[in-house]
């Protein structure tokens, strides 16, 4: 998947993979979403193919990031000084913090999270739109972003993350047929 380095880029690709996404669930039939994941026997390292365990773990995953990305955008415009991973989270220690979402959610039903999903990816969309190409995608224009964009930030939180959820969807969808 190309990364975004425009406005509309960003837009089209965001808007793109979400509905790719949403057509992955909808093929998929009522057992295929409420069905635990079946990822044992596969020889995958990164830990979420340990963490998520069905749908909703992955649809809330896709939420709590949007989260992220709009407290961290809207704290930082309005003077309050925020990284964009909350204390006592840093890079290293994220996967910590995907856990913690994890365990948040574990009560949340997967129509709920169908629901938290679609209207966080709006408030995402809608935050993207808000920026001009040059906010999104050049390097100093904001001190909170450090050495990245804004632009890189939100194509983490949606167009990539939804080619990861895609992917992850996919093999569920396979060892569903098994």
Not at 81 to 109: I, R
């Amino acid at each position: 998947m190309p990364r975004a380095t425009t406005k509309s880029d960003l837009i089209k690709l965001s808007n793109e993979q979400f509905e790719k996404l949403w057509q992955l669930i909808d093929s998929m039939s009522d057992n295929e979403q409420k069905a635990a994941f079946r990822f044992e026997e596969l020889k995958q390292k990164e830990a979420h193919w340990k963490r998520d365990k069905n749908l909703r773990d992955v649809l809330v995953h896709l939420y709590e990031w949007h989260q992220l990305l709009i407290n961290w955008v809207t704290s930082n415009q309005n003077g309050e000084n925020k990284p964009f991973l909350p204390s006592p989270y840093n890079w290293k220690t994220y996967g910590d913090m995907n856990v913690m979402f994890w365990e948040k959610h574990q009560s949340t039903a997967l129509d709920d999270s169908k629901t938290m999903l679609l209207d966080s990816h709006k408030k995402v969309m809608s935050l993207i739109d808000s920026f001009t190409d040059d906010e999104l995608f050049s390097k100093g224009i904001y001190s909170w972003t450090g050495s990245s964009t804004i632009g890189s930030y939100c194509t983490s939180a949606t167009a990539s993350h939804y080619d990861w959820a895609i992917k992850k969807i996919k093999v569920h969808k396979k060892t569903c047929m098994q």
